[in-house]
């Protein structure tokens, strides 16, 4: 199986940007269990909606955008089932897996600004070229990304 | 190096082999379930569903009530408003120095005074004056974002001038709205709350199953009254250098 009816190869496109979107998705819910359900409804929104991508990058962004929107809408769900379900126990969800000092500091991070340390330091993209992909204004993601640093240098030490 | 770090960091985060295969197969699957052909509509066919969409048009707007109103644990009744949920983009511009600081939680009381102890949290100061600027966190399951009157609360929500109710005194905007359904028909409701007191603004917002919107409602307004009849925050007692312990 590789295109589908109206054109996309989905198989390729998967092949292509599967693991920037599994960590978007992770980045946000924490857990590998929530992530995979994540992960399948962007790329059942890509089946469903069928956009024209006229580049690779215009492709990743729109994945990026939509699995962060699929995300904030997820977690609003999935908080007030948690919270039910443990009555405000601190439970880690299934899934949630100890990675580490910096993993640690980053997932605690508040959630706009993971995204933007995951787009930067890890995909290289410039503070210029998110704004853009999430549709936010430049000095949103410059402060964001400002405001995240000085949270993980004094979590962490220096960055740089 | 801690930038090297980071990346390494991002890269532990994969699905394992199973999983891979388990998502791959899951999307692979609904591609190939999605009709294999557009189907071209016949002439006939149009009217009707000229005719379904208007039958549609009305029911959404019967489900989709503009308002949405509760009733309180102190009988005050609340209204949400989805007229006045319009949606933005904040800008967030500092043009001088900031530094963060994680708030005691003697100050995140004093900011939030309630029950219910906030996460905790850091705050975002300048430097320069060690004013507060802004902080973010939760309150049980409510985001609440604080900034210092004249800045942006929040990145996307402009909740504007319309207050649509007072609690001790303290015009408050009460709103709504519903997202669209995601793959399995469910529409999240997001609620929010927002206010100025004593330059300090407080916006507060959470979100849910659409079936539980007035329980959610009757939660956040609840928490706005608890948080109002307690005196407004000192904001000058926050600062970056004194900590209040």
């Known amino acids: 199986m590789a295109a589908d009816q109206q054109g996309l190869d989905i198989a390729a496109i998967y092949e292509r940007h599967s693991k920037t979107v599994y960590r978007v998705c992770f980045a946000f819910m924490k857990n590998h269990a929530d992530t995979e359900d994540a992960v399948q409804e962007t790329f059942f929104r890509l089946i469903r909606k069928q956009p024209t991508f006229e580049t690779p990058e215009h492709e990743k962004a729109w994945l990026i955008r939509t699995a962060s929107n699929i995300c904030k809408n997820e977690l609003k769900h999935w908080r007030r089932k948690q919270t039910a379900l443990d009555d405000q126990a601190d439970i880690p969800a299934p899934g949630a897996t100890d990675y580490g000092e910096i993993m640690d500091a980053i997932m605690a991070l508040p959630e706009r600004y993971k995204t933007v340390i995951y787009l930067y330091y890890y995909e290289g993209y410039q503070t210029a070229e998110i704004a853009k992909m999430l549709k ?5 993601i410059r402060n964001h990304l400002r405001e995240a640093r000085l949270i993980l240098k004094e979590r962490l030490g220096d960055l740089t | 190096m801690k930038q090297m770090q980071i990346v390494q960091a991002w890269d532990s985060i994969l699905p394992d082999a199973v999983a891979e295969k388990r998502i791959q197969d899951a999307i692979l699957s609904y591609a190939d379930q999605k009709p294999k052909h557009a189907i071209r509509p016949r ?21 989709n009530p503009k308002k949405l109103a509760v009733t309180l644990d102190n009988g005050m009744n609340v209204v949400y408003d989805a007229n006045i949920a319009t949606a933005g983009n904040a800008m967030y511009a500092y043009d001088y120095e900031i530094q963060t600081r ?17 996460d905790s949290c850091h705050a975002v100061f300048r430097a320069e004056t060690g004013e507060f600027e802004r902080a973010e966190t939760k309150i049980g399951e409510v985001h609440v974002h604080l900034a210092r009157e004249g800045l942006p609360v929040t990145d996307d929500i402009v909740t504007g001038e319309t207050a649509n109710a007072e609690i001790y005194g303290v015009p408050v905007t009460f709103g709504f709205f519903l997202t669209k359904p995601n793959s399995r028909g469910i529409r999240t409701a997001v609620l929010y709350a927002s206010y100025l007191r004593e330059g300090l603004q407080v916006y507060l917002e959470t979100g849910g199953d659409e079936a539980n919107q007035e329980q959610l409602g009757t939660d956040l307004g609840n928490l706005v009254c608890e948080l109002l009849a307690h005196d407004a925050p000192n904001l000058s007692e926050i600062r970056l250098s004194s900590i209040i312990q």
Not at chain 2, 51 to 56: E, G, H, I, K, S
């Open chain 1, 136 to 140: 936010k204004p430049h000095s949103t």
């Open chain 2, 102 to 118: 994680e708030l005691t939680a003697e100050e995140l009381q004093q900011l939030l005074p309630c029950s219910v102890q906030p």
């Open chain 2, 43 to 63: 002439r006939f066919l149009i009217p009707a569903a000229v005719f379904l969409m208007l039958f549609a048009a009305i029911g959404f707007r019967l489900h």
